[in-house]
């Protein structure tokens, strides 16, 4: 069925790098742009931004400039959220959500998150 | 990108109905942006429950409504259960931009 397996927890020292992936099963994965949502311990939830699957142009909201990279490999489906230069602020669960502006229900496939804890 | 503002928290008594709003700054909710609902419980994936407005995904109760009025959106969930206690977050998609935005996200207490 439709769905977003995202990659398994991370703990990193700060100053480091992470490298978080988000694979798509299901559905014609070049059809439907993929987002990044952050939700740090016991905050809501942050829109980080999108990667365009068709052309791999990504587009970063305010404030996720500079460190963090969206990437994707089509051969596997997959898109991926870099961040570097971790923080303790970065600790947070990052999410994969596809396209909020299409599809059957725009918004309504995430993917089970990605724990990124940054420690020294 | 406009800013979303909910209610911290709100709060009912179950068969009743409440209502939650989210307020978009100097965004109209028209044909332009896509509003959508989510439910999030503890330690659980959001789970969308109203997009575009008013739309309701297939297997999502019909407790569950939207509605909007000029800037604002509103989440309306009626006969009220114990397993609707949950994080509420709105969120606003601008066609024009292709910008979204969350809101700060709303606990709903069934007392």
């Known amino acids: 069925q439709v769905q977003l397996v995202q990659s398994g927890s991370e703990l990193k020292k700060p100053g480091a790098s992470v490298k978080a992936s988000c694979k798509a099963y299901?559905?014609?994965?070049?059809?439907?742009?993929v987002n990044w949502v952050r939700q740090a311990p016991g905050q809501g939830l942050e829109w980080m931004g999108w990667?365009?699957?068709?052309?791999?142009?990504?587009t970063y909201a305010q404030g996720f400039t500079g460190r963090f990279v969206f990437s994707l490999d089509t051969s596997v489906s997959t898109t991926y959220l870099q961040i570097n230069g971790l923080q303790a602020e970065d600790t947070a669960i990052y999410y994969c959500?596809?396209?909020?502006?299409?599809?059957?229900?725009?918004?309504?496939?995430w993917g089970q998150g990605t724990q990124v804890t940054v420690s020294a | 990108q406009s800013a979303l503002t909910q209610p911290a928290s709100v709060s009912g008594s179950p068969g009743q109905s409440i209502t939650i709003s989210c307020t978009a700054a100097?965004?109209?909710?028209?044909?332009?942006?896509?509003v959508s609902w989510y439910q999030q419980h503890p330690g659980k994936v959001p789970k969308l429950i109203i997009y575009?407005?008013?739309s309701r995904p297939s297997g999502v109760s019909h407790r569950f409504s939207g509605s909007n009025s000029d800037n604002t959106a509103s989440l309306t969930i009626s006969g009220l259960q114990a397993e609707d206690e949950a994080l509420y977050y709105c969120?606003?998609?601008?066609?024009?931009?292709?910008?979204?935005?969350f809101g700060g996200g709303t606990k709903l207490t069934v007392v």
């Open positions: 990667i365009n699957t068709k052309t791999g142009n990504p």
């Open positions: 575009d407005v008013r």
């Open positions: 959500a596809r396209d909020f502006s299409d599809g059957e229900y725009p918004g309504g496939v």
């Open positions: 969120s606003l998609y601008s066609h024009s931009t292709t910008l979204v935005v």
């Open positions: 100097n965004t109209t909710i028209d044909y332009s942006v896509s």
């Open positions: 299901g559905y014609n994965f070049t059809k439907y742009a």
